[in-house]
């Protein structure tokens, strides 16, 4: 009798080599992302990383494309059925945060470390911008359904405000020295990001530029 087949599929297979390559990365830095790395820590064959991505260029691509697809699988476990107002939505991304400051804390240093190699290496870049395009797309889709009149345009603050606030509070000068704020906290904070992404711009309105009396 023939022993079945266990091994991964090789979808499940290449998801495995990513998420190993950003466990190691959050463990030990760049320094420490290699083929044979990955497949000593996943335990595959030798060559197994190698083969399904043949530079190290195109194992951190994948990382990134993984990275964003766990952030928005994160994002939709905490968002709450049904059309969102702005106090769901606060709550909702304050939870959130309070996770990827905790719990979640080592995929999100690995997630910025890994960013930073694409402003070394330019073959990276289009790979970490069909990812952030995935988070941009996202934010965009919940500040419509808030009603805001520049989606896409607001869309890039708040997650630029979202990021620089994980930064500081993992990796910024005084991450150290400070507790790590709780979910109420969060949330008023996001609370004052959803104001301002959805405030109109000064001189203009909600639906375009304010008229100047003549």
Known sequence: MSTPDTRPSAPDRRTLIADTAIDLVAAGGLRGLTHRAVDGAARLPAGSTSYYFRTRTALIGACYGRL????????????????????????????????????????????FELSLEAARNP?????????G?????????????????????????????????????????????????DSAE????????????????PGRGADGPSRIPS
């Open 123 to 131: 073959e990276l870049e289009p790979e970490l911008h069909r990812a």
């Open 133 to 181: 395009l995935r988070a941009r797309a996202r934010a965009a889709a919940l500040l419509t359904a808030l009603g805001g009149a520049r989606p896409q345009e607001s869309a890039e603050l708040l997650v630029a405000w979202t990021d620089g606030l994980l930064y500081d509070r993992l990796a910024g000068s005084l991450a150290r020295s400070r507790p790590v704020p």
């Open 68 to 111: 964003a697809e766990l952030d928005l699988e994160d994002l939709d476990g905490d968002t709450p059925p049904g059309p969102p107002d702005r106090e769901s939505a606060a709550q909702a991304l304050g939870a959130l945060l309070h996770r990827w400051l905790t719990e979640g804390r080592a995929r999100q240093l690995a997630r």
């Open 186 to 201: 969060l949330t008023a904070t996001v609370r004052r990001m959803l104001d301002a992404a959805l405030a109109p711009r």
